[in-house]
């Protein structure tokens, strides 16, 4: 199954999360298929590529809650 979650890079107190399509089955910084999107949380920036999201919404991909959070 396909999850759509965050995925954190960035150095120690400065996170960067990458919204990514993995494997549920994979680790949190494991290899995905594809990014989606990115958050910076210390400048209150996202950018989500819709089509790219939609695509996998419309293949079944389940969307975690950190993720349903943020889209709020």
């Known amino acids: ?13 400065d996170p960067f999360y990458r919204i990514v399509a993995i494997d549920s089955q994979k680790k949190r910084e494991g290899k995905f ?5 990115h958050w910076h949380p210390r400048e209150k920036s996202k950018k989500i590529d819709k089509a790219a999201f939609d695509k996998w919404i419309g293949r079944g991909a389940v969307i975690s809650d950190g993720v349903r959070k943020l889209l709020k």
Do not use: A, F, P
Not at 1 to 13: F, S, W
């Open 33 to 37: 298929i594809e990014v989606l999107g």
């Open 1 to 13: 199954m396909v999850k759509i979650r965050l995925t954190r890079i960035g150095k120690r107190n």
